[in-house]
């Protein structure tokens, strides 16, 4: 079956610039989660939604920073007026329930600001 | 809030040579799942701890969780170049849902 899929895979973009990255679940799963993965880092989460309950949104760094996600489906990740320090790859997982299922992992999108 | 250390942050080896890394933390765990990332891929499930001294091996991998369900290991046997790659831990305390994940260690294998 599909996979976590997320676009898009890389964008370039101007300091200031507002970007959005797009992320497609495995069908039924009810978790997901969005990561920063600097270069030769690990991960840092930003933010974890669970089914219709309230978002856990303590990674976020900064206000310019914010996800949606429309029930058990797809989830935008948008940040507002980039800053070179936002690049990084970010990645996407989503798992069947919370925690304590493996978490499955979309390729990433590699975000560079300019 | 919860942490998850782990070390070594990167080890380079003979293949042949084996490979240990470990993930502790100061709080217990309810759970403790281990991810493999090759260069330039995305972290890949390997396996998932549950019990207080469970051991697991899957083929040269074997895994093993701490009686105090606040330390685990695992150890490659006769490392591989295939065995290249970063290898974390991720836990979930048990009063959390969040899984956090350990800061990686980067194995590299000389041929």
């Known amino acids: 079956g599909a996979g976590v899929s997320q676009s898009p895979s890389n964008k370039v973009t101007e300091k200031g610039k507002d970007v959005e990255l797009r992320c497609d679940p495995i069908s039924g799963h009810t978790a997901l989660y969005w990561y920063r993965q600097r270069l030769g880092q690990g991960l840092e989460f930003l933010i974890y939604?669970?089914?219709?309950?309230?978002?856990?949104k303590s990674g976020l760094p900064s206000d310019r920073f914010s996800a949606e996600r429309t029930g058990e489906s797809v989830s935008t990740l948008t940040i507002q007026r980039t800053q070179q320090e936002d690049s990084a790859v970010y990645l996407c997982a989503s798992s069947s329930r919370q925690g304590d299922q493996p978490q499955h992992f979309g390729d990433g999108t590699r975000l560079s600001i300019l | 809030g919860q942490q998850v250390m782990q070390i070594p942050q990167y080890q380079h080896v003979q293949e042949g040579e084996d490979f240990t890394t470990y993930c502790n933390s100061s709080?217990?765990?309810?759970?403790i799942q281990w991810y493999k990332q090759r260069p330039g891929g995305h972290p890949v499930f390997l396996i998932q701890?549950?019990?207080?001294?469970e051991v697991k091996k899957q083929k040269r991998l074997t895994f093993q969780f701490g009686e105090a369900k606040k330390n685990s290991s695992l150890h490659i046997t006769a490392t591989q170049t295939t065995d290249v790659g970063t290898y974390f831990c991720a836990a979930r305390g048990d009063s959390s849902y969040k899984l956090i994940f350990g800061s990686g260690t980067r194995l590299l294998v000389r041929p």
């Open positions: 939604f669970q089914g219709n309950s309230a978002p856990d």
């Open positions: 709080t217990t765990l309810s759970n």
């Open positions: 701890l549950v019990k207080s001294g």
